[in-house]
């Protein structure tokens, strides 16, 4: 039962435009949200984090929002860069245990 | 630098022959997790060690077995490959997080990607 989905597999965006990534999630019982950054040939690594009883958290390019009535959660990246160029893994967290969306692939154009 | 460190990154084995992958970490955490990530699906957890206690998940297979010598070492041992567990394996680690918050950032090493012929 897949408790956090990930419906755009990919999106590609120019650099310095925004990129947005949407992440939505079935499980209340979540009190963390992470986006993991996957580069090919490496591990995962953390990104950015907002807790439940946030709805904003921004770390410099990267933001994060969070819907809670809409199970909903969204990674802005402003502005693109080439670097961003990864697969993205929106995760929820409860009692040490994360669950995964399937990843969204972006790909930032020169 | 600490970090998370998975041996051998590729691995082909045959089908039935069992196989047994490495984790180690330097960051001297807690838990340990083992992933299983197929081709363009969500990694999915297997089972962590919290410290010595080991904690299953419901739908892993009994194929998979693990082994957690001491702190810094965890073992993914999968019996009898058959060509369904072809998949990149992801172990990472965490803190304790008992100090009255469960989120838990997780450190993933680069993974194991395993061929079953």
């Known amino acids: 039962d897949q408790q956090v989905k990930q419906n755009s597999p990919s999106l590609s965006v120019q650099e310095g435009r925004i990129s947005i990534l949407n992440c939505d999630y079935t499980?209340?019982?979540?009190?963390?949200f992470l986006w993991y950054k996957k580069y090919p040939a490496e591990g995962p690594t953390f990104l950015i984090s907002?807790?439940?009883?946030?709805d904003k958290n921004e770390d410099g390019r990267f933001t994060v929002f969070l819907n809670k009535s809409a199970k909903h959660l969204s990674l802005h990246i402003v502005p693109s860069q080439p670097g961003d160029s990864a697969v993205y893994f929106c995760?929820?967290?409860?009692?040490?245990?994360?669950?995964f969306g399937a990843g969204t692939t972006v790909t930032v154009r020169a | 630098d600490a970090m998370v460190i998975q041996n051998p990154r590729y691995q082909v084995t045959q089908f039935g022959k069992p196989v047994t992958l490495s984790c180690s970490q330097t960051?001297?955490?807690?838990?340990m997790y083992w992933y299983q990530q197929k081709s363009s699906q969500a990694p999915k957890l297997l089972f962590h060690?919290?410290?010595?206690?080991?904690?299953n998940e419901a739908d892993t297979p009994d194929n998979f077995q693990s082994r957690r010598p001491n702190t810094s070492f965890c073992f993914l041992d999968i019996r009898s490959p058959g060509l369904g567990d072809a998949a990149m394996y992801l172990c990472?680690?965490?803190?304790?997080?008992?100090?009255?918050?469960?989120?838990?950032?997780?450190?993933f090493g680069p993974g194991t990607r395993l061929t079953v012929l």
């Open positions: 499980n209340s019982m979540f009190d963390y």
């Open positions: 960051l001297n955490h807690n838990v």
């Open positions: 990472a680690t965490s803190r304790d997080a008992s100090g009255g918050s469960t989120y838990n950032e997780q450190f």
């Open positions: 060690y919290y410290d010595k206690d080991f904690n």
């Open positions: 907002i807790s439940s009883i946030k």
């Open positions: 995760a929820a967290t409860y009692d040490y245990k994360l669950s």
